[in-house]
């Protein structure tokens, strides 16, 4: 049986509707920006491989990490043990962010690291005494597939039927600059009630949500009065961090820093999986007592894996290089190239742009939304164009690794315009 044939008997792809999906692609190798398939075809990864990788497939430098920490220390539990890897990356880490950040928490994934935020959030009041349950969301936003991060996601067709179970959520109208202000009056209101333990956002872009982007400024005032009125603040960066906006993190575009931030995706250079949840001593001090039971009491059991330290070092190593971040400048300077030519075309209603982020939107008479019927037609349009790219219903978006050439930049954005000319 041939790999497709028995992916097909025995697995469950993510989002995936097996009824009516086609076979999945079998990816056999890749290689800087590209994927190669076991039929010889090649895939240019223009969306990074759910937006994680950032220095291009199969880096030498990380795989010499990995392939030094798997022969040196592969595994070992991280309570009551730590391992030099694990030290490194929390130093190199605070040491990249703003001065109050000194303690970092290890997960695996960016679900779980927004989890760990909600929980640190709601267990600093409880452990303070104060009852203290809400959070404050973005409509729009999307956090991750575990309860807590469901729970303060955008509601809808994608979580239905566990949404009874969710806990309570307030939604402020994604900011769109004419109604920045309504939004903020209206948090400040939320916020003046005294029930709210934390304000969860993802800063300046929403992933999911169709690579929406608002200002550094509303952001700004939003977590300014967000503590004004005692609320934690999470930035949920698992999208944005590792240099998507240009910058290491989307909160270097801010004045108004936050408490607590997630970070998954790029820590590893898109090669394995880690969370991290990144905050400061006054939250960490809230949790020190006598009484075990003030501890966080949380883990998983690959915490702090010391090969995804190691290969997250490595990556670390890779940013300290100017060339990483000259390429970023590159990148984004093609795509507002790539952006003015889009706006060009009648059939597209929207360009957006930030740092190695272009998204824009195709106007199908439809309304817009996940299931719009131009997303199965980019994708095999694209597919058969040697790109790979997951549409967002009828948001199509590139955000490749940061090793793209110009080249192979100007050749995508040939072949996005020539599928916009088609229809
Ligand atoms: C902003 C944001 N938060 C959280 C998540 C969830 O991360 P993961 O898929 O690693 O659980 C995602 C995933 O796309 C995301 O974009």
């Not at 994927?35 to 937006?51: I, R, V």
């Not at 030099?84 to 960016?110: C, W």
């Not at 970070?263 to 809230?286: C, I, R």
């Not at 990556?315 to 590159?330: C, H, P, V, Y």
Request: proline fraction near 4%; charge should be negative.
């Amino acid at each position: 049986m041939s790999i497709s044939e028995n992916d097909k008997k025995h697995v469950w792809h993510p989002f995936t509707q097996h009824r009516t999906a086609e076979n999945p692609i079998v990816i056999e190798r890749a290689e800087g920006s590209w994927l190669f398939g076991e039929d010889g075809q090649k895939y240019l990864d223009a969306n990074s491989s759910w937006w994680v990788n950032t220095h291009g497939h199969g880096h030498p430098h990380i795989q010499e990490a990995i392939h030094q920490q798997f022969s040196t220390l592969d595994h070992v539990v991280f309570a009551g043990v730590t391992h030099p890897k694990a030290v490194e990356l929390a130093m190199r880490i605070t040491g990249l962010m703003p001065g109050h950040f000194q303690r970092v928490f290890y997960s695996d994934n960016g679900s779980t690291a927004v989890e760990v935020a909600l929980k640190m959030v709601l267990q600093f009041w409880h452990n303070r005494g104060e009852k203290k349950q809400k959070f404050m969301a973005l409509s729009g936003s999307y956090h991750g597939d575990t309860f807590g991060a469901m729970s303060v996601g955008q509601r809808g067709y994608f979580n239905a039927p566990f949404e009874p179970l969710f806990f309570e959520a307030d939604y402020l109208d994604f900011p769109t600059g004419e109604n920045d202000q309504e939004i903020l009056q209206n948090a400040e209101r939320w916020f003046a009630s005294g029930k709210f333990a934390g304000l969860i956002v993802e800063p300046l872009v929403q992933g999911a949500a169709g690579m929406r982007m608002y200002s550094p400024e509303f952001l700004d005032v939003l977590v300014q009065c967000a503590k004004k009125y005692d609320v934690k603040v999470i930035f949920d960066e698992v999208m944005t961090g590792f240099g998507r906006t240009g910058k290491m993190f989307a909160m270097d575009h801010c004045q108004e820093k936050p408490d607590l931030v997630a970070l998954s995706k790029g820590v590893a250079g898109g090669t394995l999986p880690m969370g991290l949840t990144v905050t400061g001593n006054d939250m960490y001090e809230a949790f020190l007592d006598e009484q075990i039971s003030k501890a966080f009491l949380h883990g998983h059991s690959f915490t702090a894996n010391p090969i995804i330290c190691a290969a997250a070092c490595a990556s670390l190593d890779l940013f300290e290089q100017d060339q990483t971040w000259k390429n970023i400048e590159s990148i984004g300077e093609w795509n507002r190239n790539f952006a003015s030519e889009l706006a060009e075309l009648k059939c597209i209603d929207e360009v957006r742009q930030t740092g190695t982020i272009l998204a824009f939107e195709i106007d199908t008479g439809e309304e817009s939304g996940y299931f719009s019927s131009i997303r199965e037609q980019a994708y095999r349009y694209f597919l058969d164009n040697e790109l790979l790219i997951r549409p967002l219903g009828n948001v199509i978006f590139v955000n490749p690794p940061y090793c793209i050439t110009k080249e192979e930049h100007t050749d995508m954005s040939k072949k996005i315009i020539d599928f916009l000319r088609s229809l």
